[in-house]
């Protein structure tokens, strides 16, 4: 009794602060597990309340409660509809019914003087924050998992200097310009917001997210038991996992394999679901691709087994993402110790992690010629991949470790 009210004054003494996110706890995709372990991570520096919304991608279907208490955390989740996601129309309405109900319930319940940390994904949740903490007295920190509007014209859904893009750029200096902080996830999207807060004196800090070093490590390919049951132990395996986006480059790795399919040495592997999965189904049965293989997504409590299920795992952005995003997934292939194959732009954060450390090589955007050329070389250079494997773990122990992230956290909200 005498800990738990020692506990609670503990509590009572730290600073409020707010998590903003779409997802969060149970919801384990990408941004919902990120935020789950920065909250947590949080806790005995701040009194960390979070408002999301019901799980919508991997736990979709989980009613969770309206409001709960889990590892520390104070958990309110807002109502909103929970639409098939890979349909622009209903992504639409559940961003506009999540948006205005988190508007309504910060408004309840955000006091004066506390913290808000509002992750922009998806890119309505930080402008109606900022408009609550605004309102109530609180300073908010945006944490920037993608650049808006570059996204949008990297996907060719939007085009430069257009009315929407030249608007959202104007809505996007007052949303930087009431924001007591910027975090982003990587070197080159520190450029790209450094450039967009010209003027405005708005510090911005660069923190990676990170491996999950306790449960994804390296495992020998031999006992693979999905290589097993795919049938490809004999192959030279590739590995696409993760979101099948506008903004990943697959055509490159569909036209590369469609040049190798007669080349019984190879086998590509995609596993995950996204806006592209139809398209992908569509050119492996139209092109009778025997040496691809299409997979469901995956729990990440798999991420074991599906990670060291290749010797080489391919990450792949489209032209024009410089600064835009870093996809996640690539620190948990550095966690498995597999050498990275990058499909992105010069400069970017993930040819920086790349080639810092000697863990693999890099392919520019829409280039299948050089793809082909550059698996070829991998190839003939098998005997490099277990110096690379050791450097990618090591690189992950070093520079990427929760620990490492959670105390550049702290240190940038207090």
Known sequence: MKNQQNSNLKTDNLQTLWVITELYYPEE???GYYLTRIAEGLTDDFRVKVLCGQPNYFARGIKAPKRETHKGVEIYRAAGTTLDKNKIFFKLINMLTLGFSVFFKALRHFQKGDKVLVVTTPPSLPFLTAFASLMKGASYVLLI???YPEILIAAN??????FSVNSLNYFNRWL??????IIVCGRDMFELVAKKTEGLDIPVETIQNWAELETVKPFPRAGNELLKELQIEDKLVFLYAGNMGYPNDLESIIRCAEKLKDDERFCFVFLGTGVKRKWLEREVAEKSLQNVRLLDPK???EQNIFLN??????VTLVKKMWGVSMPSRTYNILAAGKPILALTENDSEISKVVSED???WTVLPDNPEALLQKILEIYENKHKFLEMGKNARQSAIQKYSLETAITKYKAALK
């Open 309 to 314: 299920a290749c010797d080489v795992a391919i």
């Open 299 to 301: 729990p990440r409590s």
């Open 176 to 181: 930087y310009k009431y924001a007591a902080k």
């Open 29 to 31: 995709t990408s941004t």
């Open 358 to 360: 000697h863990v693999g």
């Open 145 to 147: 998992h993608d650049n």
């Open 157 to 162: 859904k939007a085009k430069e200097n257009s």
